[in-house]
């Protein structure tokens, strides 16, 4: 059977296999929620995405200063020195730190900045081990609380890349300047096994998993799903938590290739079947309560401008499949 009718069959069993509304809701009703949804989808997908230039500069041989420049809700600027030399690179960063998030389980408000000193070693042609120092100072408001943390933090980030496989590892130990916070440590990982099926076909799974310390601040906690680093497939409900772990198996066949249009060059098209089993919670709670498990199907648009990624998509098992339009996400 060709490639383009398995996606189909899939994309049929995914909607007979879902439930499409409740007996007493009339499509009218769904219909509108579905699209308060989406308009709602699309209009964090344009605060929070989308809406960066970056401007490099160079001042010389191996070095350069760029600007990335967020105008979606205020005008940040995340400024970056970097200098190479052989197998190393030096990166100098200064941010802007300006956020309001709302999720399942969190809803707060922080300003502030961070100044980063980074070096990136290049150990061979697939390993790479980079360490940092970040200072921040921020105002965190959630509710009636309000902090002000100002912390000391010593970064690692080991990467491991070849053709089968990828894994990122990041431990994230924090010095709390303040006496009135105490320190505390992060340490999460991403692995992905990609099995090649045949040339234009892939069968990719991905762990991605993390832990903090009982001490870590509210403010740090690991955010996940949504537009988050840590989105996870098919998921849309934003949620902070000290734990999280998730598997996602994903089926991706190349249904287009290269081609050049009059203003675009189009890289390729992707067909994209995912299914997510996953959990964030408090370290208390790790043990208690059930995964949740999402799925969904999509068509993955590679331009030289950029993604454009669209696809059914249901978060968690039990509820209707969505229509969702992705820029620079993960099905």
Same mark, same amino acid.
Request: aromatic content about 10%.
């Given at each position: 059977?060709?490639? *383009?009718?398995?996606?189909?069959?899939?994309?049929?069993?995914?909607?007979?296999?879902?439930?499409?509304?409740?007996?007493?809701?009339?499509?009218?009703?769904?219909?509108?929620?579905?699209?308060?949804?989406?308009?709602?989808?699309?209009?964090?997908?344009?605060?929070?995405?989308?809406?960066?230039?970056?401007?490099?500069?160079?001042?010389?041989?191996?070095?350069?200063?760029?600007?990335?420049?967020? @105008?979606?809700?205020?005008?940040?600027?995340?400024?970056?020195?970097?200098?190479?030399?052989?197998?190393?690179?030096?990166?100098?960063?200064?941010?802007?730190?300006?956020?309001?998030?709302?999720?399942?389980? *969190?809803? *707060?408000?922080?300003?502030?900045?961070?100044?980063?000193?980074?070096?990136?070693?290049?150990?061979?042609?697939?390993?790479?081990?980079?360490?940092? /120092?970040?200072?921040?100072?921020?105002?965190?408001?959630?509710?009636?609380?309000?902090?002000?943390?100002?912390?000391?933090?010593?970064?690692?980030?080991?990467?491991?890349?070849?053709?089968?496989?990828?894994?990122?590892?990041?431990?994230?130990?924090?010095?709390?300047?303040?006496?009135?916070?105490?320190?505390?440590?992060?340490?999460?990982?991403? @692995?992905?096994?990609?099995?090649?099926?045949?040339?234009?076909?892939?069968?990719?799974?991905?762990?991605?998993?993390?832990?903090?310390?009982?001490?870590?601040?509210?403010?740090?906690?690991?955010?996940?799903?949504?537009?988050?680093?840590?989105?996870?497939?098919?998921?849309?409900?934003?949620?902070?938590?000290? /734990?999280?772990?998730?598997?996602?198996?994903?089926?991706?066949?190349?249904?287009?290739?290269?081609?050049?249009?009059? *203003?675009?060059?189009?890289?390729?098209?992707?067909?994209?079947?995912?299914?997510?089993?996953?959990?964030?919670?408090?370290?208390?709670?790790? @043990?208690?309560?059930?995964?949740?498990?999402?799925?969904?199907?999509?068509?993955?648009?590679?331009?030289?401008?950029?993604?454009?990624?669209?696809?059914?998509?249901?978060?968690?098992?039990?509820?209707?499949?969505?229509?969702?339009?992705?820029?620079?996400?993960?099905?």
């Amino acid at each position: 059977m060709k490639s *383009y009718k398995i996606m189909l069959c899939l994309l049929f069993l995914l909607l007979i296999a879902t439930p499409i509304a409740g007996a007493e809701e009339s499509n009218s009703t769904l219909s509108n929620n579905i699209l308060v949804k989406e308009a709602r989808r699309l209009q964090k997908m344009g605060e929070r995405i989308q809406n960066e230039i970056e401007r490099p500069l160079s001042l010389g041989e191996d070095i350069d200063l760029s600007f990335d420049i967020d @105008w979606s809700s205020d005008f940040l600027v995340d400024t970056k020195l970097r200098m190479n030399k052989e197998k190393r690179e030096y990166v100098l960063e200064y941010a802007e730190l300006k956020e309001e998030a709302d999720g399942e389980n *969190y809803d *707060y408000q922080t300003t502030g900045y961070a100044t980063k000193l980074q070096v990136n070693n290049l150990i061979n042609e697939e390993v790479k081990l980079n360490f940092g /120092v970040i200072y921040s100072e921020n105002d965190y408001r959630e509710a009636n609380d309000s902090h002000r943390y100002t912390v000391l933090r010593a970064e690692n980030i080991l990467k491991d890349k070849d053709e089968k496989s990828k894994l990122r590892v990041v431990t994230d130990y924090a010095i709390a300047v303040s006496e009135q916070q105490e320190n505390f440590q992060k340490i999460k990982l991403d @692995w992905q096994l990609i099995n090649e099926l045949s040339s234009d076909e892939q069968l990719i799974y991905n762990l991605k998993t993390g832990i903090t310390t009982k001490e870590t601040p509210r403010a740090y906690r690991f955010k996940v799903g949504g537009y988050n680093y840590l989105n996870l497939l098919g998921q849309e409900d934003e949620k902070a938590g000290d /734990v999280f772990v998730a598997n996602s198996f994903k089926y991706q066949n190349k249904l287009l290739g290269a081609h050049k249009f009059e *203003y675009l060059v189009l890289e390729k098209i992707l067909g994209v079947a995912f299914v997510n089993i996953s959990k964030t919670t408090t370290r208390e709670e790790l @043990w208690h309560g059930g995964l949740e498990v999402d799925m969904g199907l999509g068509l993955n648009t590679e331009l030289k401008l950029g993604e454009i990624k669209a696809g059914l998509e249901v978060d968690d098992i039990d509820s209707s499949p969505q229509f969702h339009l992705k820029f620079k996400e993960d099905f």
